[in-house]
């Protein structure tokens, strides 16, 4: 335990007081991805790697022994609760494990999509509810990165690396999920102000948000490419109402709430990018954030995984422990072929943007498959469990609750399939993914 604490707080004092070494390696870990070549050597042709570098076995590390000493000992009662974990929310935030994508200049840690999807996948290992209610910023937060001004993002970011805050990112309505094209919340242009009227459904963190990312109708007339306005609205602003805590399947410790617009007005200040981009900001956002919901995807089946070989090294039948009969022995051996590709698949969508490439249908191939396969993963391993997977005192019930909406949020499987699609045949070429 001395050892342990001991190792957590040079993580600590690497990550929160001592900016000169990690601004270094920020740097090194942007140019670099998940391959410990860099870049100039990859394009000269000098081969790849896929093991991770120092620094992020470190953050891998830390990440892991937070899951385990912090998350896994409290997700059962949280899940029972379904209280949001605020507690385990401000140790994260302490250690620098929520918010890694904020720039080094407005007091994050410039961390690449790489690093949030190392540090995501032990989260999600520990608790996919908790891990979501950390992650639920990063969603928030890219639009920001992406289409902020300086002021929007010294403001608004600043505030999250400051305190330990939550953001929310609210474009779902209770009439618009998939089809965002859909999307009925308006703004109106009133002097230097926009007024905003609607509602937004299934809003992660909206009931603890300090504040928002809202998209908005600006022009009822326009395709959807141009008919929508991005703003970033503060959560106390009147006219604002949270709705109940939905009661969810899984991930209950999260907050998902609907929130309601009533005439809230928000200073012109506040709109984020150009009249009529709105759209693309928010979709922009998407590229930067499935990996890691993917990387969350990887991580729960992981422990779904873990769990299943435990228990079926040690529940036996017909006189030997069941792992031995091939029935179930296969299951595993599936389970770990798809994590290994589902990481991978992952790790490419995060090395292509942090290269600065356009992703799009590797975050989509990474966040179909990864979130597919843990639903699959965790409905074996209830079935490894037999009556007993079916109860709330083994853990992978859980699991499996847990397990569905990665198939949902960010993008539902099939739509993911829509992108997929597209990407492809929007090329012309016959190999699409050659590479």
């Keep these: ?45 000098g081969g790849i790697s896929l093991a991770l570098s120092e620094d992020q076995v470190a ?20 899940d029972r609760t379904m209280d949001f974990p605020r507690p385990v929310f401000n140790k994260a935030w302490e250690l620098g494990l929520v918010n890694t994508h904020i720039p080094e200049e407005y007091g994050g840690l410039g961390l690449g999509c790489t690093e949030g999807c190392i540090i995501g996948e032990e989260l999600a290992y520990g608790c996919t509810g908790i891990m979501t209610a950390m992650e639920a910023n990063g969603l928030a937060e890219a639009p920001v990165i992406l289409a902020g001004t300086h002021e929007q993002k010294r403001k608004y970011l600043g505030r999250l690396t400051e305190a330990p805050l939550q953001a929310a990112y609210c474009v779902t309505e209770p009439g618009a999920g998939s089809d965002v094209a859909g999307l009925s919340t308006t703004a109106k242009k009133q002097g230097d102000a926009w007024v905003l009227n609607g509602n937004k459904m299934w809003i992660t963190n909206g009931g603890v948000a300090n504040w928002y990312f809202v998209l908005a ?3 009822s007339n326009a395709k959807a490419g141009s008919a929508f306005t991005a703003f970033i609205v503060d959560s106390d602003t009147p006219g604002i109402t949270a709705g109940r805590k939905e009661i969810n399947l899984g991930q209950r410790c999260s907050d998902t709430r609907g929130i309601a617009f009533e005439d809230v007005v928000v200073h012109d200040s506040n709109r984020l990018g150009e009249v009529g981009k709105g759209f693309k900001i928010a979709m922009g956002a998407f590229d930067h954030t499935r990996p890691p919901v993917a990387a969350g995807a990887v991580g729960l089946a992981r422990r779904a995984m873990d769990e299943a070989i435990q228990y079926s090294a040690q529940r036996k039948t017909m006189g030997k422990p069941i792992a031995q009969h091939q029935g179930v022995s296969f299951m595993i051996a599936d389970m770990a072929i798809g994590i290994e590709a589902a990481r991978m698949l992952t790790y490419k969508a995060a ?68 992108i997929i699609s597209r990407e492809i045949f929007a090329t012309g070429s016959p190999t699409p993914l050659a590479p």
Excluded at 59 to 78: G, K, N, T
Aim: proline share 3%; aromatic share 8%.
């Design 59 to 78: 953050l891998q590390q830390l990440a892991r022994r937070f899951a385990a000493d912090e998350i896994i000992p409290v997700a059962a009662e949280y």
């Design 217 to 219: 109708k600006t022009d």
């Design 351 to 418: 090395y292509e943007i942090d290269q600065g490439r356009r992703n799009t249908i590797y975050a989509s191939m990474a966040k179909a498959f990864a979130g597919d396969h843990a639903n699959k993963v965790c409905a074996d391993a209830v079935q490894i469990f037999g009556g007993n997977g079916f109860n709330t005192e083994y853990p992978v019930e859980k699991l499996m609750r847990d397990a569905k909406i990665y198939q949902i949020y960010e993008g539902t499987s099939q739509i993911q399939r829509v």
């Design 1 to 45: 335990v001395k050892v342990l604490k001991s190792m957590t707080l040079s993580m600590t004092k690497l990550l929160r007081r001592s900016p000169s070494l990690l601004g270094r390696a920020s740097r090194v870990l942007r140019q670099r991805g998940f391959s410990t070549q860099p870049v100039e050597a990859e394009e000269a042709g």
